[in-house]
């Protein structure tokens, strides 16, 4: 027997439409909440995003040194490294200094060495094998890689007196690089 075949077909066939208009609206909002995704995938809570209060404004001690170092590389080695651009930008710090994980220590440096943090290798890429049930690996890029580190110029507060970095492998106890950093 067939959805019309009954007495008031035209209620029915209202039903069947006003039902119909219900389910496309609601998948229509179920999308419209899906696309409030951010690039990576993460949900972003518009509620809780207009609830937050500034920062404020940045404090005049609060900057950074944004250096692009080239890097080459062979075998897990770094052959040659140089500092390619370097400035200082007014910022908040990333929080840096009190990491220990990282086999390279970034020493910065002023009339004596100021505060020390550490870093990963950028020369080693994580490998993400096809078959899950596989662990992810690491292997050595080989030639030329271009790096940024951001440098925290202030610590506790207080504007560090920065000159310069300088980077070692603490795998094998070899400089990376060892630059002055100008002000700008």
Do not use: C
Not at 3 to 29: C, E
Not at 51 to 63: H, I, M, T, V, W
């Amino acid at each position: 027997m067939s959805f019309f075949n009954r007495r008031g077909d035209n209620a029915s066939a209202a039903s069947l439409a006003i039902a119909t208009m219900l389910v496309f609206a609601v998948t229509s909002v179920g999308s419209a909440h899906a696309q409030q995704r951010s690039e990576a995938g993460l949900r972003i809570d518009r509620a809780a995003a207009t609830e937050l209060s500034p920062r404020g404004a940045l404090k005049d001690y609060q900057r950074v040194a944004i250096l692009d170092i080239r890097l080459k590389y062979e075998a897990w080695r770094v052959l040659g490294a140089r500092l390619t651009s370097a400035r200082r930008v007014a910022s908040v710090a990333p929080k840096v200094f009190a990491r220990q994980g990282g086999p390279w220590e970034v020493t910065l440096l002023g009339t004596r060495p100021l505060r020390k943090f550490y870093v990963f290798d950028p020369g080693a890429v994580e490998v993400h094998p096809q078959n899950a049930d596989e662990h992810p690996r690491w292997i050595a890029a080989d030639g030329i890689v271009d790096w940024r580190l951001v440098v925290p110029l202030y610590a506790d507060g207080q504007p560090l007196s920065v000159r310069g970095i300088h980077i070692v492998d603490r795998r094998n106890g070899e400089t990376v690089l060892r630059e002055q950093i100008r002000k700008r």
